[in-house]
């Protein structure tokens, strides 16, 4: 998966949604997080690249802002790269729904909370289904 696998990845969003133990966000608004979606992806790569930008020239160079106007553009090309890999066959998208739901984990983790909640106790685990998903050959892989 490229750069949707970078660690910085992990760390904004532990910082961002999962620092405040059980006052954080992804715990508060678990059903919102579990797992992380698409559009949380994009605006962390798109405020990285909005960082990057800001130190391009070794040093900080302020002036300006982390806008919709400017990064627009930017998010929505994060956006439709993450469905463009969902869409291009049935383990890219078996990958993308692993990572996704692992790192909810990771920062729920990161939040104090290791036990399963409670919505997924009832349901089929999605990295479970995933793995047995993955197991399949595709019918494309045997022609």
């Known amino acids: 998966m490229g750069i949707y696998e970078h660690p910085i990845l992990q ?14 966000d992804g715990i508060v608004f ?9 559009p ?11 960082a990057i930008k800001q130190w ?8 300006s802002q982390f806008s919709e106007v400017d990064y627009h553009d930017v998010y929505k090309r994060h956006l439709d790269g993450l469905e463009q890999w969902r869409h291009f066959s049935t383990r890219t ?3 993308l729904a692993r990572h996704q739901q692992r790192l909810y984990s990771f920062g729920r983790s990161r939040a104090g909370f290791h036990d399963v909640p409670e919505r997924a106790k009832t349901r089929f685990d999605n ?8 197991a399949i050959r595709d019918a494309s892989d045997e022609e």
């Open 40 to 50: 949380v992806i994009a605006l962390v790569f798109t405020a990285v690249e909005y």
């Open 93 to 95: 998208a078996q990958a």
């Open 127 to 134: 990295a479970k289904l995933a793995r047995a998903a993955a």
């Open 56 to 63: 391009a020239s070794g040093f900080l160079v302020s002036g």
């Open 30 to 38: 678990g059903s919102a997080f579990n797992p992380i979606p698409d």
């Open 11 to 24: 760390d904004v969003i532990n910082a961002q949604w999962f620092s405040k133990k059980k006052k954080s």
